[in-house]
């Protein structure tokens, strides 16, 4: 079995999550993709709405999507969401499973201050995504002993583990959470950036009002 992870703070899930989450299931021919709700992210800011809300409204978003799945690992576990705890809990429970995890360029540039990026990178097939035409350079952004266990095939990074390292362009869209928080505080349209059921949610919550931010 081919797991896919694609995590985030969803906060609040948009269109161009759904989009690419899809793309990273097709490039790699994945059967199931989880959409990882980060609780506390180490590297970004808190979340504005709960893991509560998040969280449902990524099982909102997710429901007419067979491939995706809407995950609360990273939530019921204590602490900081670091991505090896999550690859780890993810292998446990899907015993066998091949397990791809697509992070933005944004993310990938910050794996120097990983917790243990030398072991999540032994352990899964990690996909960069990128803009079309926008390269990472993949092995500059790495610590140069962990660089130095890859191997170049083609246009992937092979570790000496197996495990893979390669560059994925989707789809570009001019949508982010941040734009979508911005534009409900002060009282415009969000109906094209979020699935019907999320906006509904957004709405009869009052999510990212100015009074609840």
């Known amino acids: 079995m081919k797991?896919?992870?694609?995590?985030?703070t969803f906060d609040p899930i948009h269109i161009g999550h759904l989009r690419v989450a899809g793309e990273f299931a097709a490039a790699f021919?994945?059967?199931?993709?989880?959409?990882?709700?980060?609780?506390?992210?180490?590297?970004?800011?808190?979340?504005?709405?709960?893991?509560?809300?998040?969280?449902?409204?990524?099982?909102?978003?997710?429901?007419?999507?067979s491939l995706l799945e809407a995950s609360d690992i990273e939530l019921i576990r204590k602490g900081p969401s670091?991505?090896?705890?999550?690859?780890?809990?993810?292998?446990?429970?899907?015993?066998g499973a091949l397990i791809w995890m697509a992070l933005g360029?944004?993310?990938?540039?910050?794996?120097?201050?990983?917790?243990?990026?030398?072991?999540?990178?032994?352990?899964?097939?990690l996909v960069v995504l990128t803009r079309p035409g926008s390269p990472v350079g993949l092995m500059a952004t790495l610590p140069e002993g962990i660089s130095r266990r890859y191997t170049l095939s083609g246009e992937i990074y092979v570790h000496d583990?197996?495990?893979?390292?390669?560059?994925?362009?989707?789809?570009?869209?001019?949508?982010?959470?941040?734009?979508?928080?911005?534009?409900?505080?002060e009282g415009d349209s969000i109906r094209d950036l979020v699935t019907v059921e999320v906006l509904q949610y957004i709405l009869q919550?009052?999510?990212y009002r100015p009074e609840t931010t």
């Open 161 to 185: 583990s197996g495990a893979t390292l390669r560059a994925l362009p989707v789809s570009p869209l001019d949508v982010s959470s941040s734009m979508i928080r911005k534009a409900v505080s």
């Open 205 to 207: 919550k009052g999510l």
């Open 29 to 65: 021919g994945l059967e199931k993709v989880l959409m990882m709700v980060a609780a506390t992210p180490p590297h970004r800011d808190t979340p504005i709405a709960s893991p509560e809300d998040r969280l449902q409204m990524v099982k909102l978003a997710v429901q007419d999507y």
């Open 82 to 95: 670091f991505t090896l705890d999550t690859v780890k809990e993810v292998r446990e429970i899907a015993e």
């Open 3 to 8: 797991i896919g992870i694609f995590g985030g």
């Open 105 to 125: 360029g944004d993310a990938f540039a910050l794996i120097r201050s990983w917790h243990r990026p030398e072991d999540v990178l032994a352990q899964v097939h």
